[in-house]
Nanobody, 124 residues
């Protein structure tokens, strides 16, 4: 079970930190990603991090503003979101990707487990 939390309402230019915690699963075995889905739009890739936490990948729309990180000892993955814009408004989901040859988890593909989302609303 994955559970994302930490969302809320924030003004444009503000910051939020999302967390993704796992129960019954050790996240250190998985690459992890954050995704989001705005009303009327398809789900999109936001950021990903490898098993050890030393490689990160971002969508162009959030690069330089968002930071993904993980604390395997706490079995938690984070998404620090700074300089938020109204277009960042969406439900944010975390997901886990099992190790597999040829997996393109770093591009937002091949995710096996998904958590419930958390709403982020950025007001202008």
């Amino acid at each position: 079970q994955l559970q994302a939390y930490g969302g809320g309402l924030v003004q444009a230019g503000g910051s939020l930190r999302l967390s993704c915690a796992a129960s019954g699963r050790t996240l250190s075995s998985y690459a992890m990603g954050w995704f989001r889905q705005a009303p009327g739009k398809e789900r999109e890739f936001v950021a990903a991090i490898n098993w050890g936490g030393d490689s990160t990948y971002y969508a162009d729309s959030v690069k330089g503003r968002f930071t993904i990180s993980r604390d395997n000892a706490k079995n938690t993955v984070y998404l620090q979101m700074n300089s938020l814009k109204p277009e960042d408004t969406a439900v944010y989901y975390c997901a886990a990707s099992r190790p597999s040859y040829g997996s393109k988890w770093y591009q937002g593909y091949d995710y096996d487990y998904w958590g419930q989302g958390t709403q982020v609303t950025v007001s202008s």
